[in-house]
């Protein structure tokens, strides 16, 4: 039982080096920095406990996205508001109005958008975590582009 | 305008990432259903927790003190098959709770009589209690000839709670039902302007004086970090239900909100972070100290008073105007009156791992003590959220939603033959779900009475069955009522 448990112990960690970061960037894009953490370590403790029904699933990280979405929808009973970046650079680093803009786009865009554009991954990448078609996503980022490119007024909107 | 929006994004989710540090791996510990600040504490480092892990396991190995391989924190998932006799258990874990008087009691030696039948009816009609979006009924009222819930012939029945109808997955907006006979309902058309807006707003509890309605709630002003947040809301009607608007009520200090109304004299009481009359629902003055309360959660008019029920514990009042704190018992959700005296329904936390369904009594409203203190019987620990104590013909009916897994619950009945001393389980995973269905849950419970004494009892809450087969996301629950017809 000893090294059973080891082993469940040791492929979780390996399931959790490539999952975690993705489901906590896509919970925070979703709900934000402070609800996205909790919702990611509620989805991570929930996978934990399930581990044996979870690892056997076809998407793993996809059910526990679910999870943590679940979750985060019941502790946000407020918009989502990504926080603004510190402005005490001349010029800023970061374009002021982006976190607005971003707020502004539906959940699914922000997510789709931040994501591929934001923390590079792969839009195939994506939909399994999202649960959704590789098409799905293409179109959840190009509308968000164009409503950004819109909202920010860059050239090409 | 010369921005490179990949860039833009790349360097702000960089900022993110400062912000946001990784999530550790969980502690070897069963995961349970915590509050969100409470489910970061008992996080560690992964190499923390394969140590405690091992260490856990081999402890585990010698002691094996569950008499099995799986701690038994989590039920296996079942259908309650017969009504299970609930005795009171002793507790594994000390309560936190300190000030409320503990006692146990025997098992009943008399087997306990069957309880009445009933069978339950499930109204979940998705164009009505559905939609796109989430919705949620609160509170369930009854508008009779008589202004009181239960005494004579119902005119009407008046659910209020909450749709996400907005223009996006958070803006939230009030929202009415009305039935004639709890079979079929009809949705208030929405008026933005009245139930809705570019805000947050919900309907959390609704009453009668059989001349008017009113709603009490919430309502969001503004949406962004310095907007001033929740403000208490009430809405009036003055034709059963069909039409509606919004009073005016401002208090100084501003009330985030209100969460119970009653019938009162010839207007109404509304509680929150205090309590406030009305003769008509037009204009509310506040009763009482108002700034001692606590958050009130609950009115109830009984034989030997007003109680007001707050995170702070027990209020009495003789007349509904002057009161007094009696009690420090804030785990009351809801009493009973049973004639002979007082039965509360609550929950007894055991430490920060849960809580277990409880009973207490009073004589008086001004002690109380604990009747039963496990109603589920079994040594498991959940969070439960009690919600409601309602006599049904000779018996009690106590309803509460149990969280079943990290973050779903379904409903769990008890009644009891002898004013809450012994309580069975209703099986009723047919119409309210199986144990580990996700999402159900119980908000309020109203018992009718017709003229022949022939009861039935309405209840009002969500229903996730459409997210058991896939239709509609887990997060996507609808407004449900369950009809119990008790049988001859």
Redesign the interface.
Known sequence: MLESSQARLESFTVFCRDAEPRLRHALVAAYGPDVGKEAAAEAIAYGWENWDRVRAMDNPIGYLYRVGRTTGTRWLRRPTRLPEPPRSSDPPWIEPALPGALNRLSRNQRIAVMLVKGYGLGYREVADLMGAGVSTVQKHVDRALGKLRKELEVDGA | ???D??R??????E???E?????S??V?E??RAQG?RA??G??VP?FG??LL??LA??LL?VLNPFGS?DPPF?EEPTTVSAPVPSVPTTLATTPTIEATPQTTQAAPVEPLPDPPSISWTRIADPSIFGGERAQNINAVTAVSDCGTEGCGPVDALIAVGSDRSGA?????DAAVWVSADGLSWRRIPHDEFTLGGDR?EEMRDVASNGDRVVAVGSV?LG???DSPGDRAAIWLSEDSGNSWRRVPFETDPPVRALSTVVPFESGFLVGGNGLWMSEHGETWTPVGLETSFGYVHKIIPTEVGWLALSDRGVWMSPNGYDWSWVASVPELADVADVGDGLVGFGEIFVGDMGSRPAVWQSANGLEWTVLNDNLTGRNTIHFHEPRAIEPVGEWLLAVGNQQT???WSRPRLWMSPDDGRSWLELDVSESFGKLYDPGSGVSDVVILTDGTGRQTIVMVGVWGGTAIDGTT???QYDGAVWIGTIED
Request: net charge negative.
């Open positions: 305008m010369v921005l929006l990949d833009e994004l790349r360097r702000y989710t900022y993110l990432d912000l946001v540090e990784p999530v791996l969980p070897f069963p995961h969100r489910r970061t008992r996080l992964a927790a394969a892990l091992i396991i081999g190995v391989d989590v996006d997955d958070f803006t939230v947050h969001l949406r962004y970090v897994r990290a973050f996301p887990e997060d």
